[in-house]
């Protein structure tokens, strides 16, 4: 079973930065991808960023890219999120997340269903 932990989340001006970190408990080796996603307080939950595990493919929401930076480290098990020139539209929960299955069309993982596990989330307020 896969654990995955977000942390770096917190409050900051627009315009600012935070870097999100996804621990996972065991090596993310079996799995395909790793994703970004959000949910602001009454909607739904959105795609942000995904990354592949192998040759480092990565895709973006048109709302974060350009600012918004998704990097992993298999070998410390771990996934980033670099946010830069943060919105007040940007507050949410952030969830990373980890797909198993395969997809040859990167754009597979902006679909929630498309993932096996889910951290529990943390909060960025983004201050205007």
């Known amino acids: 079973q896969v654990q995955l932990v977000e942390s770096g989340g917190g409050l900051v001006q627009a315009g600012g930065s935070l870097r999100l970190s996804c621990a996972a408990s065991r090596r993310t080796f079996s799995t395909s991808a790793m994703g970004w996603f959000r949910q602001a307080p009454g909607s739904e939950r959105e795609f942000v960023a995904a990354?592949?595990?192998?040759?480092?493919?990565?895709y973006y929401a048109d709302s974060v890219k350009g600012r918004f930076t998704i990097s992993r480290d298999n070998a410390k098990n771990m996934v980033y999120l670099q946010m830069n020139s943060l919105k007040p539209e940007d507050t949410a929960v952030f969830y990373c997340?980890?797909?198993?299955?395969?997809?040859?069309?990167?754009?597979?993982?902006?679909?929630?269903?498309?993932?096996?596990?889910w951290g529990q989330g943390t909060q960025v307020t983004v201050s205007s």
């Open positions: 997340a980890a797909a198993n299955t395969y997809y040859s069309n990167i754009r597979a993982y902006t679909e929630n269903a498309k993932y096996d596990y």
């Open positions: 990354i592949r595990r192998t040759g480092g493919s990565t």
